[in-house]
């Protein structure tokens, strides 16, 4: 990779997804934690469906941790991980109004140290929440940071991460975020990509190796 591709790479996504948005539904910093939280390993649009009913129920950090654990079970059960993540929106909950007074903290190291947030959560809480250059790699940006060749097949998602942000300039970041998260999620999918109408091709390594 050399930032003359990346850029090309860049410019060909921004033609393809011209008004490149997030998925989840939130209207504020809290729900977006929680739609992040409960967005592992599942469909943004399960969570949607989801939140539309919880948001309703627990409006706030302090109605959220005071949840029933059970209930909040049943709620989001059909998410996957349901036991793991009702007990981390508990937990965290209780701290956002415990500690920090309801205000969704705004670093890294602060966001990391809830339950239930990791890297990539945080990196999406400060990018679309505070407007601060990130650039969560989750999924689809790993898998398309190998086949582009940003960084080779066995790298971690922390070195894609480094990779990407190496050849993207700092302002694109959140940008870039939104487009190779959605591209790798309708076209460069993990199974059966749809190489056949991907403006990409001349850049793929996974293409190369697959024809
Ligand atoms: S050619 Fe296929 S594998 Fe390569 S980036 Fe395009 S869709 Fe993904």
């Not at 487009?179 to 076209?187: A, T």
């Amino acid at each position: 990779m050399n930032k003359k591709t990346s850029d090309e790479i860049l410019s060909i996504l921004n033609i393809e997804i011209p008004n490149p948005k997030p998925e989840l539904n939130f209207n504020n910093n809290f729900q977006l934690l929680v739609a992040v939280m409960l967005s592992a390993q599942t469909k943004d649009k399960y969570v949607n469906e989801v939140t539309d009913i919880l948001f309703k129920k627990y409006p706030d950090p302090y109605s959220l941790s005071q949840a029933n654990l059970d209930e909040l079970i049943s709620i989001i059960k059909n998410l996957g991980l349901a036991n793991n993540k009702a007990k981390n929106l508990i937990s965290t909950s209780k701290i956002i109004h415990e500690k920090y007074v309801d205000v969704i903290p705004s670093s890294l190291d602060l966001l990391t140290s809830l339950p239930g947030v990791g890297r990539k959560t945080a990196n999406v809480i400060l990018a679309l929440g505070f407007n601060i250059p990130a650039l969560p790699v989750d999924t689809h940006l790993h898998k398309m940071a190998i086949r582009l060749g940003y960084v080779k097949k066995d790298s971690t998602v922390l070195e894609a991460e480094e990779a990407l942000k190496k050849y993207i300039d700092k302002s694109c970041w959140i940008k870039a975020h939104h487009l190779f998260l959605l591209y790798g999620r309708y076209v460069c999918k993990k199974i059966n990509p749809e190489c056949d109408n991907c403006k990409l091709k001349k850049y793929c390594k996974y293409i190369k190796k697959h024809v």
